[in-house]
């Protein structure tokens, strides 16, 4: 028997209706709308589509988008200028800077110069410690990660007292998302590529998160019966028979495995359109905050 599919797109169209109704709300009671500002630095493709993606988004749920797209050849002062011009914006409630940025830009200074409390990707090391610590609240979980939950939350997953395994351990999603299992009272297991016996280790967990970039590379035998799995990856593998000559895998084995898991996320369609419906719901959770209304 096939797994039953979590469908993302489907739920994160829910959770914009949500956020929409809030940003409508607060436009009544307050004039003011949230706002998010996305810094784009060159000319990289899958950033420009990105950075679009979420325009969009913005546009959708009544957020005021503010767009910054910079020369690849900007200094990092310049750039640390237009975040600390960011940062004294009152009509801006988040900052996002797009990853990854040029070779001679340092990511670690300029995440760390958005202010704590507009840092609605999650990456500022406050925010990363807090989350890494027992009762403290980071301001903002990495949106990916809490994509990763939500979906697990509306599909009706039990998470406490559940074997989790997390493949990966990137500060993007990896790390994260173990800490928030870990909050949530899952045995968490992280696995990486020192890990030994990984198809058996795997084949203990209810609960598979799968980050580690590498397509396809979950197999279907490595799974319990009836686990619940979130596939992170998004990988291109070749397909002459595809329009663009190529398609997008997950780092799961989709069609063997949904044949073995309980429930599993499809790649497109599963924890992508969650990752910028968690941007929207952090830019929201902001400006809640700024205006009295968390």
Request: hydrophobic share 40%; net charge negative; proline share 5%.
């Amino acid at each position: 028997m096939s797994a039953k599919l979590i469908d993302g797109k489907a739920i994160a169209a829910t959770i914009r209706g949500e956020i929409k109704a809030e940003v409508d709300a607060m436009k009544a009671k307050t004039g003011k709308v949230p706002g998010l500002a996305a810094v784009l630095v060159g000319e990289r493709k899958d950033s420009q589509t990105y950075v679009r993606m979420k325009k969009r988004a913005c546009e959708e749920v009544g957020i005021t988008s503010f767009g910054y797209d910079l020369p690849a050849d900007i200094s990092q002062e310049d750039l640390l200028d237009v975040v600390r011009e960011l940062n004294n914006n009152p009509d801006v409630h988040g900052i996002l800077v797009q990853l990854p940025l040029p070779d001679h830009i340092d990511d670690e200074e300029i995440l760390g110069a958005i202010s704590l409390e507009k840092d609605v990707d999650g990456f500022h090391p406050l925010n990363i410690g807090r989350l890494s610590m027992k009762r403290r609240d980071p301001l903002f979980v990495p949106c990916t990660p809490r994509g990763c939950i939500e979906l697990l939350d509306r599909s009706g997953v039990t998470i406490e007292g559940k074997n989790a395994v997390v493949l990966g351990r990137s500060n993007i999603v990896g790390l994260p998302v173990a800490m928030l299992l870990l909050h949530r009272n899952a045995t968490v297991t992280i696995c990486h590529s020192r890990t030994q016996n990984l198809p058996e280790v795997v084949r203990g967990a209810d609960i598979v998160i799968a980050a580690v970039g590498r397509a396809q590379m979950v197999q279907a035998d490595w799974l319990k019966p009836g686990a619940t799995v979130i596939d992170v990856g998004v990988n291109a593998v070749d397909d002459p028979t595809a329009k663009k000559g190529y398609r997008l895998v997950g780092d799961v084995d989709f069609d063997a495995a949904k044949e073995v898991a309980g429930m599993i996320t499809p790649v497109p369609g599963g924890v992508g359109p969650m990752t910028i419906a968690m941007l929207l719901k952090n830019t929201l959770d902001s400006a809640k905050r700024t205006y009295g209304l968390a």
